[in-house]
């Protein structure tokens, strides 16, 4: 993830941290469970979303390439459902 998806996280956690030291008896009834459910299943899928797209990155790196392609791979290339492109197809 990329610098601004971590300040955007750290954002994130720190105005939860805010609202759950100062929100104490803002709201007398508990939270209905249609929207609790939704606020998992959310948080569900933010999580496992890219957790599948990395791993199924990693399979196909370990997997599918050969071995002496494996050395070659540069990183920060886009990927698509096939081997990583080598140095040499980088450049051109």
């Known amino acids: 993830m990329g610098q601004h998806v971590w300040l955007l996280l750290a954002t ?3 105005e939860l941290l805010v609202i759950t030291k100062w929100s104490k008896g803002q709201f007398p009834e508990p939270l209905p ?17 890219p957790a599948f797209r990395v791993s199924n990155y990693l399979l196909s790196i370990f997997f599918c390439c050969p071995r002496w392609l494996k050395s070659k791979i540069v990183w920060h290339t886009e990927h698509t459902e096939v081997c990583p492109k080598t140095e040499t197809e980088a450049k051109s």
């Open 12 to 14: 994130i956690l720190t």
């Open 33 to 49: 469970r249609h929207i609790r459910w939704a606020w998992t299943i959310g948080g569900m899928l933010l999580v496992l979303y």
